[in-house]
């Protein structure tokens, strides 16, 4: 199961783009790449999840280079909404069937005014 | 709202006791994992569930138990309650059995407290 390392805290100011990067250098072929983001006191949501190359939807854009053993995670102009935790996770599945889905530490993102 | 229900939001008991913790789905989604966290820090992992069967086991102590029922609500056992096990308690689904190729909608969580 691919462990994975990021930054523990990160500060940006409104209408900045942060990138927030993440390290999985033993991630297997099948597994694919999910960041969530996580506010005080609620379950975490869904931003977005990729396999390979540049992936993009309405909130976030995920890059992955071509050996796929890290990824970076680009938020477009934040606001002070945008001040969370985020969860970079790896993988999950295992040739047996079962599925532990574990996150890491995550990344403290403060977005100051 | 993410279509997952936890219940209850609050819990407050005191140590030994034991205390049961249920989630229901999204409707359609056959997977469920049960998730621990405590004040500040991460996610731990405890179990997941596929239609009915266990699939994983994470960090999960032996006083705690879940089970999956054929409805697919599923319901987290905690027993012989210590301070420490004061967390929020997650509950997530995904559709399919491996989350490689979906997203987890995760509820808002029971807050358990100790005393």
């Known amino acids: 199961l691919a462990k994975t390392t990021q930054p523990i805290s990160m500060d940006s100011y409104e209408g900045q783009e942060v990138n927030i990067t993440c390290s999985h250098n033993n991630i297997a072929t099948n597994d694919y790449i999910t960041w969530y983001q996580q506010f005080p006191s609620q379950g975490p949501r869904f931003i977005i999840q990729?396999?390979?190359t540049k992936v993009t939807n309405e909130v976030a854009s995920l890059f992955i280079p071509a050996d796929r053993k890290s990824s970076t995670l680009s938020l477009p102009r934040v606001s002070l909404s945008d001040t969370a935790v985020y969860y970079c996770l790896v993988g999950g599945g295992t040739t047996s069937g079962t599925y532990k889905y574990i996150f890491g530490t995550g990344t403290r993102l403060k977005v100051l005014a | 709202d993410s279509g997952v229900t936890q219940t209850p939001k609050h819990l407050i008991t005191a140590t030994g006791q034991r205390v049961t913790l249920r989630c229901s789905p999204r409707?359609?989604?056959?997977?469920v994992y049960w998730y621990q966290q405590s004040l500040d820090q991460g996610l731990q992992f405890l179990i997941q569930?596929?239609?009915?069967?266990?699939?994983a086991k994470g960090n999960i102590l032996e006083r705690f138990s879940a089970q999956q029922f054929p409805d697919l609500h599923s319901e987290l056992n905690l027993s012989s309650l210590e301070l420490g096990d004061s967390a929020l308690y997650f509950c997530?689904?995904?559709?399919?059995?491996?989350?490689?190729?979906?997203?987890?909608?995760f509820g808002e969580g029971s807050r358990l407290t100790v005393l």
């Open positions: 569930y596929y239609n009915g069967e266990e699939r």
């Open positions: 409707s359609g989604d056959l997977s």
């Open positions: 990729g396999y390979k």
């Open positions: 997530a689904s995904s559709v399919a059995g491996s989350v490689n190729t979906g997203e987890l909608f």
